[in-house]
């Protein structure tokens, strides 16, 4: 009996230990997305509650979008524009197409962490 409650209280802890880990590292990748996002021109066409300026206000996106959807759109705009539904009519709507964006994987990862902080809790 001894052993089992000793295991659990071990296993309780590292479960512990893994989730603050996973949440430092969103918040860690979520900073370095945002950094990204006022580095990067994104500021240029788009504001995170602010409306819209150029292109949509990105407030909400992880609402609307998966995250597939948000990868594939921040990997290649212009296969996106030729290939999707969605992002044709977003094109249509604001009668521009967003340029394509020199983007690694990694920071592609940030930038939707820091999309999906801010639209953490919120409809
Ligand atoms: C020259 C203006 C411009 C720049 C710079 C720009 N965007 Fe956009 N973005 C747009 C427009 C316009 C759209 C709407 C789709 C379209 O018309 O191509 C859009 C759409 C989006 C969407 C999808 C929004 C939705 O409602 O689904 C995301 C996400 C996005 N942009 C992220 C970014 C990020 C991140 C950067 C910087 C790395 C960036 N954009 C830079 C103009 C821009």
């Not at 509650?49 to 990105?58: E, F, S």
């Not at 705009?77 to 983007?103: F, I, R, S």
Request: hydrophobic fraction near 40%.
């Amino acid at each position: 009996m001894r052993k089992i409650v000793l295991a659990l209280c071990a296993f309780v802890l590292l479960a512990g230990v893994a989730f603050a880990a996973g949440s430092q590292n969103n918040q860690e990748l979520a900073k370095k997305g945002s950094n990204l996002f006022n580095t990067k021109g994104c500021t240029a066409c788009h504001t995170i509650g602010h409306g819209k300026l150029i292109g949509p206000d990105l407030k909400g996106v992880t609402k609307l979008r998966s995250t597939k959807w948000l990868t594939s759109w921040l990997q290649d705009t212009t296969k996106m524009l030729h290939t999707d539904k969605t992002a044709q009519a977003l094109e249509k709507h604001y009668g521009l197409a967003m340029p394509k964006q020199d983007l690694t994987a990694q920071q592609i990862t940030e930038l939707i962490a820091f999309f999906k902080a801010n639209d953490q809790g919120k409809k």
